[in-house]
C-alpha cells in the first residue's frame, strides 16, 4: 500500500493550529473571572452573544464523522443521504419555536435538570443523566477514531500518536479555559475547517476535469442515486428513514447537553433564538459540502482510473478523503498540513464540547446534589476540571472498542449513539408532550427503550447472519500502478466484486476461496429485526420508550390537571399542529391543553427564582467594628440574628439582604463573600442563623 508524508511546511501549519487552540484556553483561564465559579466555567456566565454560540453549536456536531464519514457515505453508497440536512432543519426550525421558550427561562446548566423539575424526582434525572454521558462517551470514542485510523492508513501517522494528541489537546484548554474557551476555539477552528474542505473541493475538481466532468461522472457511477421511496424498513437509505429519521434525531438536539449549554449561555431568548436560527441553515449546507467531497474523490480516481479500494491501496472508506489529499496536494508542501489542521479541529470541536458537557453533567447532576450547597466554587470548579480529564481518558479507551466495528462513520455514530440517544429523546418527549405521565412511566419506558434499542444495535453490528449493503461500482482500475496488480489482478477484482465479497463492508477478500467459505443465512425469527435500517433506531429506541411509559403510568397513576407545573409541558395540538383542521384542533385540546391552564402555574414555585441567589449583584464594602454594633442597623429583624454577640472580630463578614441577614457560610459556594466585608443584595434570601459563633460556626 502506497504511503504518504508529510513536509516541514504540512507541520507547521499543524502546529500553528493547536497551539493557537491551547493558547485561547490559556487566555480564558486567566481573564475575566478566571474560571473561579461554575457558572462561569460551564456556562460562560450566561453573558454570551448568540454568533459565537452559533458557529461552536454548529461545529460541534460537524467532526470527523463530517469530514471523514459523509465523503466515505457519498463515494461508496451515494449522494442521496443529503435528505436527512432537510429533516434536520426542519427540526431545528422546531426546536426554536418549542425548545428554546420551554428551557431558557428555567436557567438550568444540565439538560437532565429539566427532568427532575417535571418529573419531581431525582430519579429520572439520574437515568437521564447516565443515558447522556453514554452517548456522549460512545460519540467522542468515535470522534476519536476516525482522523486517527485514516491518517495511519496514509501517512505511517501511529493510531495511538493521533488519538492521544487529539484528545490531550482538547483535554487542555477546556480544563483552563471553560465553555468561553470551547466556543472561541470552536470559532477559529471553523475556519479551520472550512478552509481545509474547501481547498480540497477546489483542487479536487480541478483535477478531476472541472464541476460538468464532477457530475456526468457521479451521474454514470450511480452515485446521483436521489430519490429512493422504496417503504421497505430494510432498506439502508431511503427518503423516508433519512427524512423523518433526522427530524427525530434532530429534535432531540434541541435537548442535546451541548445545546442546552448554548441555549443557557446566551443573555435572552431571542439570542438563543437567533443562535438556532444561525445553525440550521450552515448545518445543512455543511452536510451537502461534504457529501460532495465523496463525489469529487470518486470522480478524481475515475480520471485517474485507480480506485484506491479496488487497487487495495486503503481498505477503510473513512480513509479516502485523506488518502485523496495527499494525492492532489502531494507537490504543494502545506496544504496537507491544513487537511490534517482541519481534520484536527473537526474533532477537537466535538470532544471538547463533549467534555465540557460531561463535566456539567457530573458536576450538576451527581457530585453537587452530594457535596451540597456549602462547597467553595473554587473546589466545585477544580471537580469539573478534574472530571474533564477523567472523561478524557475514558473516550480513549472507548476509540479502541469503536475499531472493532466495521463500516462508515455516519453507519458506526448512527446506529451505536442512536441506541441511547433514541431512549432519551423519549422520556423528554414524554415530559413535555405527555402530562399524564409519571416518574415510574419515566424510568420503566427509558430502560425499555435503551434495552431494546441497544438489543437492535448490536446485532445490526455484530451478528453473523446480517449481510451488509453493497456497494456501489467502483472507479476504474486500468491505470493503477501498484507492485500488485500483475498477473490477472484486474479480472480477479471484477470477479471480487461481482461475488458476495460486497457484504464485507470495507474489508477486501484475498482470494475467493474466501469469499465462498464464509456462511451466509437468512435471518430467522428476532433475527429480523437486525436488517432494519440503522437510521430507524433512533426512531424506534423513542416510540418504545413512549408507549412503554405511557402504558405504565396508566396502571401506576396518570397524572391529573393541576399535578404538573405548566411551565414544563408543550401543548401538541398548539405548538405542532397548527396546520390540522379546527376540529381535529378541539378534539386534541380535550386531551392535553386542559393540563396547561395558566392557573395552575400559581400551585408551583418559579423555576427560575432558585437561582436568584446566585445570580443577584453584590456589593463588597469594607466594615468596622462599629457597623456590628445594634444601633447601627436600621433593620429591626437583624438584631435578633446577632443575640448578645453583636460586636465581633474585623475578619467577619455580615450579608445584608432586603428581608434578613444570612450567616456567609450559606453563599460560600458562590465567592460572594470575603473576609472582611459585607454584600448588599437586592434579593430575598434565607439561610441558618448563628446566634453564637463560639459553637464551633465562626463568621469567617
Known amino acids: 500500500m502506497g504511503k504518504h508524508y508529510f513536509h516541514i511546511g504540512d507541520f507547521v501549519v499543524f502546529g500553528a493550529t493547536i497551539l493557537i487552540s491551547i493558547a485561547i484556553g490559556i487566555y480564558y483561564a486567566f481573564s475575566g473571572g478566571r474560571q473561579r465559579t461554575t457558572a462561569e466555567y460551564l456556562v460562560g456566565g450566561r453573558t454570551m452573544s448568540f454568533i459565537p454560540v452559533a458557529i461552536s453549536l454548529m461545529v460541534s456536531f460537524e467532526s470527523s464523522i463530517m469530514m471523514l464519514g459523509l465523503p466515505a457515505e457519498a463515494y461508496v453508497y451515494g449522494i442521496q443521504i443529503i435528505f436527512s440536512s432537510c429533516g434536520f432543519l426542519i427540526s431545528n ?23 427532575e423539575l417535571r418529573f419531581r424526582s431525582r430519579s429520572v434525572r439520574l437515568v437521564g443523566t447516565l443515558m447522556g454521558m453514554l452517548t456522549y462517551i460512545w460519540y467522542m470514542g468515535i470522534v476519536l477514531f476516525g482522523p486517527a485510523v485514516a491518517l495511519e492508513a496514509v501517512t505511517d501517522f501511529p493510531l495511538w500518536s493521533s488519538i492521544f494528541i487529539i484528545e490531550l489537546v482538547a483535554v487542555i484548554y477546556t480544563a483552563f479555559g471553560g465553555l468561553k474557551a470551547v466556543i472561541w476555539t470552536d470559532v477559529f477552528q471553523a475556519f479551520v475547517m472550512f478552509a481545509g474542505i474547501f481547498a480540497i473541493l477546489i483542487k479536487g475538481t480541478i483535477d478531476a ?45 434541541g435537548f442535546n447537553q ?9 443573555k435572552t431568548i431571542n439570542d438563543a433564538k437567533r443562535m438556532l436560527f444561525s445553525v440550521a441553515p450552515c448545518f445543512t449546507i455543511s452536510l451537502i459540502i461534504s457529501a460532495y467531497e465523496g463525489t469529487v474523490a470518486y470522480a478524481y480516481y475515475q480520471a485517474k482510473g485507480c480506485d484506491p479500494f479496488e487497487s487495495k491501496q486503503i481498505n477503510d472508506p473513512n480513509q479516502i478523503v485523506p488518502y485523496m489529499v495527499m494525492d492532489i496536494f502531494e507537490y504543494l508542501p502545506g496544504m496537507p498540513g491544513l487537511f490534517l489542521a482541519a481534520l484536527f479541529s473537526a474533532s477537537l470541536s466535538t470532544l471538547s464540547s463533549g467534555l465540557s ?24 470548579t477544580i471537580i469539573a476540571k478534574i472530571a474533564v480529564l477523567c472523561f478524557g481518558a475514558l473516550a480513549c479507551g472507548v476509540a479502541v472498542l469503536v475499531s472493532q466495528i466495521g463500516g462508515t462513520l455516519t453507519q458506526i455514530s448512527g446506529s451505536l449513539i442512536a441506541a441511547f440517544g433514541g431512549p432519551l429523546i423519549g422520556i423528554f418527549f414524554l415530559g413535555c408532550f405527555c ?20 438489543w437492535m444495535s448490536l446485532g445490526m453490528n455484530f451478528s453473523p447472519v446480517i449481510k451488509k449493503t453493497p456497494w456501489l461500482p467502483p472507479a476504474s482500475i486500468a491505470n493503477c500502478s501498484v507492485p500488485d ?3 490477472g489482478t484486474d479480472l480477479w477484482m471484477s470477479s471480487v466484486y461481482n461475488s458476495s465479497s460486497v457484504y464485507s463492508n470495507y474489508t477486501i477478500l484475498s ?10 443465512r437468512e435471518p430467522e425469527g428476532v433475527e429480523k429485526l437486525y436488517t432494519v435500517s440503522y437510521l430507524w433506531i433512533s426512531v424506534i429506541g423513542t416510540l418504545v420508550t413512549m408507549v412503554v411509559g405511557v402504558i405504565v403510568s396508566v396502571f401506576t397513576g396518570m397524572n391529573k390537571p393541576g399535578d404538573v407545573d405548566p411551565r414544563y409541558l408543550i401543548s401538541v395540538s398548539e405548538s405542532l399542529l397548527i396546520f390540522l383542521p379546527r376540529p381535529v384542533k378541539r378534539y386534541l385540546s380535550s386531551i392535553g391543553p386542559q393540563y396547561i391552564k395558566e392557573e395552575y402555574k400559581a400551585r408551583f414555585p418559579d423555576p427560575a427564582k432558585r437561582l436568584e441567589e446566585l445570580d443577584r449583584e453584590v456589593e463588597i464594602k469594607p466594615i468596622t467594628d462599629e457597623k456590628f454594633q445594634t444601633d447601627g442597623f436600621t433593620d429591626k429583624e437583624s438584631v435578633p440574628f446577632l443575640g448578645n454577640k453583636a460586636k465581633h472580630e474585623n475578619n467577619s463578614a455580615v450579608l445584608e439582604s432586603k428581608h434578613e441577614v444570612i450567616h456567609m457560610d450559606e453563599l460560600s459556594r458562590d465567592g460572594a463573600v470575603t473576609n472582611g466585608a459585607v454584600v448588599h443584595g437586592d434579593h430575598e434570601t434565607s439561610g441558618r442563623q448563628a446566634d453564637d459563633p463560639s459553637d464551633g460556626k465562626e463568621l469567617n
Open 209 to 253: 476535469g472541472g464541476p460538468t466532468a464532477v457530475w456526468d461522472t457521479a451521474y454514470k457511477g450511480g452515485r446521483l442515486n436521489f430519490f429512493n421511496f422504496d417503504p421497505d424498513p430494510r432498506t439502508r437509505h431511503t427518503f423516508w428513514n433519512l427524512f423523518l429519521g433526522a427530524i427525530v434525531r434532530g429534535f432531540g438536539l
Open 485 to 487: 496488480l500483475g498477473n
Open 93 to 115: 426550525l422546531l426546536s426554536i419555536h418549542i425548545v428554546v421558550p420551554l428551557l431558557h427561562p428555567l436557567k438550568i446548566t444540565s439538560a437532565y435538570e429539566y427532568l
Open 435 to 454: 402530562p399524564r405521565s409519571n416518574e415510574k412511566g419515566a424510568i420503566a419506558g427509558g430502560f425499555a427503550g435503551l434495552a431494546f434499542a441497544f
Open 357 to 380: 458537557s460531561l463535566s456539567a453533567l457530573l458536576w450538576a447532576d451527581v457530585v453537587h446534589p452530594l457535596v451540597g450547597p456549602h462547597i467553595s466554587e473554587t473546589k466545585a
Open 258 to 266: 451541548s445545546t442546552v449549554q448554548r441555549i443557557s449561555s446566551t
Open 511 to 520: 482470494t475467493v476461496k474466501s469469499i465462498t467459505e464464509r456462511p451466509f
